[in-house]
């Protein structure tokens, strides 16, 4: 539909939800330019790849961003699940203490990382966790301008 219309810009989102969340941010875009993946960002990034878009935005909440980041391009429960390893590995790279990194082992959702960690731009966790987010996406779809976004459960979006 974006296409049929000479949209060459869109958002892609998990859901309802995110969905509401970003169209006040990308107030813009026409509805049509709004498309939810569900859990199936490799499937939703391989048809991106497949025709002439210009732009992508995509707005992700924590817990998809926490498999996202370890490499799982299919984010149902049923497929994957978050590795608290990994998380751990990311906070320990960037650069926090071992007291600071102990709590993460024990969370039992992702969306609870902003406990442990600010969610803000600045906080290095979260820049590390949406940078990784890109270097999983990036090459499936490497001609589109992509830009990643955090969303976390109280509707805040962090841009990098």
């Known amino acids: 539909m974006a296409l049929a219309n000479n949209c060459l810009e869109i958002v892609i989102n998990s859901g ?34 497949s025709v002439p878009l210009e732009k992508v935005t995509m707005g992700i909440m924590l817990g998809k961003a926490a498999k996202l980041a370890q490499g799982e391009l299919d984010t149902h ?26 709590p993460i082992l024990e969370l039992n959702m992702a969306r609870r990382l902003t406990e442990i960690f600010p969610f803000t731009e600045q906080e290095p966790f979260f820049r590390t966790l949406a940078a990784r987010c890109y270097a999983v996406c990036k ?22």
């Open 77 to 102: 429960s049923g497929k994957s699940t978050w590795d608290k390893q990994f998380i751990h590995g990311l906070a320990k790279e960037c650069g926090y203490s071992d007291e600071q990194c102990a």
């Open 16 to 49: 309802g939800r995110s969905e509401n969340i970003l169209r006040k941010r990308f107030g813009h875009l026409p509805e049509f330019a709004f498309i939810q993946y569900g859990n199936w960002i490799g499937e939703t990034l391989e048809k991106i790849r």
């Open 139 to 160: 090459p499936l779809v490497p001609k589109v301008d992509l830009q990643i976004l955090l969303i976390d459960a109280n509707d805040t979006i962090l841009r990098f």
